[in-house]
């Protein structure tokens, strides 16, 4: 604070108004123009540390864009990790496509304020911020609105598939290995593959295969709890009961979710949404049993360590939920982020 500030309550009279004016203005639903001139506005406004590019197009044809972050914009550093966050891949699971547009406003405020946490954030690692790879979804979704919208309205892209069933399965090929002594990482990619995936995801692969991503974290909805692979069981005939299927990383892929959980201002005690999960974590085939998912698919084909979010109840809140949201996940994004210089170094 300056010297001439000489009454508190005048600081405190301005933070207030500030903070009404944020929670007024900032804190809201972003259609696809709404985002796209978000994304925009913090390009426009941390010019030199940020860059946007598009990984493709939806089904509708609208853009996928990135934005990223990095003190050397465009250009992969040596020794410089590479992040990834995805937010809005169920198109009315809509709380992680408002925190990472949150998120990057804050990264771009902040670098500008000194904040020398987010500097050296900045300066170490280079990181992509997708908001929503499902911006089709998102649009049937939003015509809904948060009062009405239904568990599946907007939940599949413009065809009605579901992006997190939709890559290829290289689940049943690590297993068909583990019983060979087969390779369990880098597996390649079936025949004819681009033909049996989805536009963006297509778009999400070929983003893949452009940049070595070491570290990523996919933001979804309903539940609240850090999820981590693998999704899919091994023994896919096990009915009745919940099998944990650990990969070959399992306790630094514990660490990393209970490293969000616990930055979370609840996620890690555990009660959440009527279910109970242990720090807030779980092993994805543990909860259930899922095929041809994105975490499963980014460890076994390109050796990123990815883990799912399920970070609020509603899949739909309600804007004036937003600011709440955003306090209790702000840390938890923060730190999540940084642990991909502390396992690369």
């Keep these: 604070m300056q010297q001439g500030w000489t009454f508190p309550w005048v600081s405190a009279l301005l933070l207030g108004v500030m903070g009404l004016l944020v929670s007024g203005s900032e804190f809201q639903h972003h259609r696809y123009e709404d985002l796209v001139r978000a994304l925009f506005a913090v390009q426009s406004e941390c010019p030199y540390i940020t ?17 990223e972050f990095s003190d050397n914009p465009g250009i992969h550093e040596a020794m ?69 919208n ?3 309205v907007g939940r599949g892209n413009a065809r009605q598939f579901d992006l997190n069933r939709n890559f290829p399965d ?13 390779r369990n990482h880098h597996l390649p990619l079936p025949d004819n593959w681009e033909q049996q995936v989805e536009p ?21 909805g309903g539940a609240v709890v850090a999820n981590y692979p693998f999704d899919k069981s091994r023994d896919p005939r096990i009915r009745g009961r ?9 306790k630094l892929f514990r660490k990393l979710a209970r490293t969000y959980s616990y930055a979370h201002s609840w996620m890690h005690k555990g009660w959440n949404c ?23 698919f980014n460890y076994l084909y390109s050796n990123c360590f990815e883990i799912t979010l399920e970070l609020s109840c509603d899949k739909f809140p309600s804007a004036a939920a937003l600011p709440r949201e955003w306090m209790g996940n702000r840390e938890a994004l923060v730190s999540y982020l940084e642990q991909v210089s502390k396992h690369t170094r």
């Design 274 to 296: 009527g279910d109970f999960f242990d720090e807030g974590i779980t092993n994805g085939a543990s909860w259930y049993s899922l095929s041809k998912g994105m975490q499963d």
């Design 170 to 182: 290289l689940n049943a090929l690590v297993y068909y290995y583990e019983k060979t002594n087969g």
């Design 242 to 250: 919940t099998t944990y299927a650990a990969t070959a990383d399992d």
């Design 51 to 67: 860059r946007i590019y598009s990984i493709g197009r939806s089904v509708e044809g609208r853009h996928l864009y990135v934005l």
């Design 80 to 148: 410089e990790p590479e992040f990834k966050y995805v937010g809005n891949m169920h198109g009315n699971e809509v709380l992680g496509r408002e925190l990472l547009i949150k998120l990057s406003q804050f990264l771009c405020e902040e670098y500008r304020a000194g904040n020398q946490r987010i500097m050296r954030l900045i300066h170490d690692t280079r990181i992509h911020i997708l908001p929503s790879m499902n911006p089709d979804g998102y649009e049937v979704a939003a015509k809904q609105g948060p009062e009405s």
């Design 200 to 220: 963006e995801t297509l778009a999400v692969i070929k983003w893949m295969q452009n940049y070595n991503f070491i570290l990523s974290a996919n933001l979804h």
């Design 150 to 152: 239904g568990y599946l």
